[in-house]
């Protein structure tokens, strides 16, 4: 038990009006206001300046630095971006005070998450940083703390699941791969996307599943999936959430849920150049991590943009000078019989670096056929996938700076759909997901003159020396124009033998200083999973993959740094508060 501490005379603090005596590891503020003692901390809650200079007036206790407003009383904050400052108990013996130094209003657990809550809500960044990191200092498991924000994310946001969703899910995947000060980075910039996606953009409402009392009025899940599938054809949000409520309460498996999402997303070419898939496949993922007791939000979530997608087969460079949608209809006619006949599968004879080389080709008629006859010879469609996902690596690995910049993004929606559809297939292998394997490969295809001219992989040197320090990375990536430069040195240091996993907490990094965009988080993470796919195996195609996958997102990442790393910053300033540093004051 804490012993009382002694703050002085009441005459003494009468005429001084403010002391600050030691309370434990911290300082406590002292004040006499009409002829009361109070105590709170002396570190104000938003940025650490101290109380005691403050103003007390009208029972408010101002602080100088940012004016935050807390009643003097209960420490509350009438500044929702401050948080609320802690008050101490006073005793009064005669002309002594005496101050137990442990606070009425203790941080716990649950006013942690509520704080994260309120700053997703208030949209603060700072509040959401604070409270990211008193949890995980606290032994918080992530993933609860990604499903407050997924919880307020599928709820505030009319327009359903976007761009915060997918880079929280994304980020939350990642976390094996990061030190604690990247999972808390990683973990602050997605709630804090969610929040900036959710601001003013008003509440979602589900509209509930059809009236189904018994089995004896249930429809079957056939039924219902023809159902939801020309709703999503004829752009019917609202009748599509209706049917998907009513799967969702019939309590039909994951696995179902997901061959009837995706079959309807796969029914067109490349819908909305991928988001749709990639997104689809992120609110799976993210599932799996929270439970499904959270299916009804999150899928449903899913729909609210379906009336507004593109679909690629109504482009004209799907359509000419070559037709790819003509062959892919007829080939997308035998999946069924080809992929029923399993009796080989699994254990296909096939060149696969060929096959690879012919996606990246100019020749598209040619690469349908050589993946059907793949299908035909035994190869599953997630390892098809799996091809098909590393040749999109490729295309960004080659990817040549005289480019326009924003095709970054073009050679990139067609890896982390490629990426998704590779997951989604490992889950549940079904034709009409297959459908998107090949969609995927025709993006490529078309991508082919982002390759024009092509990139040229370095050649390691100096294999002998030993491996360079990460940290030489991420000092090249404060320049711009570093992109060459950076796979250059990433190829040296696997040749030297340096650590992969200190190389992925390093991009990592690279990554979660930046004011990063929304592609970038689905670079960083689509590569890490792709890569452990790969490691798996040990076969020269392996090795060149992992390789390719690490740089492409080297030179992804070194493309789109340096930013003016504001959010990073905010969440040193959460960091540095939590250890007790002043920053008030000059390093």
């Not at 992989?457 to 030489?472: C, F, L, W």
């Amino acid at each position: 038990m804490s012993e009382l501490i002694y703050a002085g005379s009441l005459k003494t603090l009468e005429d001084e009006g403010a002391k600050v005596i030691k309370g434990g590891s911290h300082a406590i503020a002292v004040f006499v206001y009409e002829k009361q003692v109070y105590a709170v901390d002396n570190r104000c809650p938003h940025m650490g300046f101290p109380l005691h200079t403050g103003s007390l007036c009208d029972g408010i206790l101002t602080c100088h630095w940012h004016h935050a407003r807390f009643d003097i009383k209960s420490g509350g904050t009438l500044d929702p971006w401050a948080d609320d400052v802690p008050t101490y108990p006073v005793e009064i013996n005669g002309d002594e005070v005496w101050v137990y130094p442990v606070p009425f209003n203790k941080v716990t657990i649950e006013k942690l998450r509520q704080r994260l809550r309120d700053g997703l809500e208030q949209n603060i960044s700072l509040v959401i940083a604070k409270s990211v990191v008193g949890l995980m200092e606290a032994g918080f498991p992530a993933t609860e703390i990604a499903k407050i924000g997924v919880e307020f994310g599928t709820t505030h946001r009319r327009s359903g699941w976007g761009s915060g969703l997918t880079i929280l899910t994304a980020m939350t995947n990642v976390l094996p791969k990061l030190d604690k000060t990247g999972q808390v980075l990683a973990l602050f910039q997605g709630l804090v996307h969610v929040a900036r996606e959710s601001s003013g953009m008003g509440t979602r409402f589900l509209l509930g599943s059809l009236p189904v009392s018994n089995e004896k009025n249930t429809q079957s899940f056939e039924q219902l999936s023809e159902w939801y599938r020309h709703c999503v054809e004829v752009r019917d949000s609202q009748g599509a959430e209706r049917v998907l409520l009513t799967a969702v309460q019939s309590g039909f498996s994951d696995e179902q849920l997901a061959d009837m999402m995706m079959t309807a997303v796969t029914d067109h070419f490349y819908v909305n150049t991928g988001h749709t898939l990639d997104f689809h496949n992120k609110a799976f993922e993210i599932l799996n991590q929270i439970g499904i007791e959270h299916r009804s939000y999150v899928l449903s979530s899913l729909l609210p943009g379906i009336g507004d997608v593109s679909r690629s087969e109504e482009s004209h460079s799907w359509q000419s000078p070559v037709n790819l949608v003509k062959p892919l209809k007829e080939a997308f006619r035998e999946l069924p019989d080809i992929l029923a006949d399993d009796t080989s599968r699994g254990d296909a004879g096939i060149d696969e670096p060929a096959l690879v080389e012919q996606i990246l080709s100019d020749d598209p008629i040619k690469t349908v056929n050589m993946m059907m006859d793949a299908l035909k010879n035994g190869v599953t469609p997630s390892r098809l996938a799996q091809l098909v996902t590393l040749a999109a690596a490729d295309r960004i690995s080659r990817f040549h700076v005289q480019n326009d910049f924003r095709d970054w993004i073009t050679v990139l929606h067609t890896f982390t759909h490629a990426h998704a559809v590779h997951e989604s297939l490992r889950r549940s292998a079904t034709p009409e997901l297959t459908r998107a394997v090949f969609h995927g490969a025709m993006s490529v295809y078309l991508d082919r003159f982002l390759n024009t001219p092509s990139a040229r992989r370095p050649e390691p040197k100096d294999v002998e020396t030993e491996p360079q320090s990460p940290s030489e990375l991420l000092e090249m990536m404060n320049q711009q124009q570093q992109v060459a430069e950076s796979a250059r040195w990433v190829v040296n240091y696997l040749a030297r033998g340096g650590d992969k996993s200190e190389l992925f907490n390093t991009l990592g990094h690279a990554l979660l200083r930046e004011d990063a965009e929304f592609h970038s988080f689905q670079m960083y993470e689509a590569a890490m999973v792709e890569h452990d796919h790969w490691e798996k195996e040990d076969s020269e195609l392996a090795r060149y993959s992992q390789e390719s996958l690490i740089l492409a997102v080297t030179r992804y990442l070194a493309g789109h740094a340096p930013t003016a790393r504001e959010m990073p910053h905010t969440a040193q300033i959460a960091m540095r508060l939590h250890r007790g540093e002043k920053l008030f004051q000059d390093d």
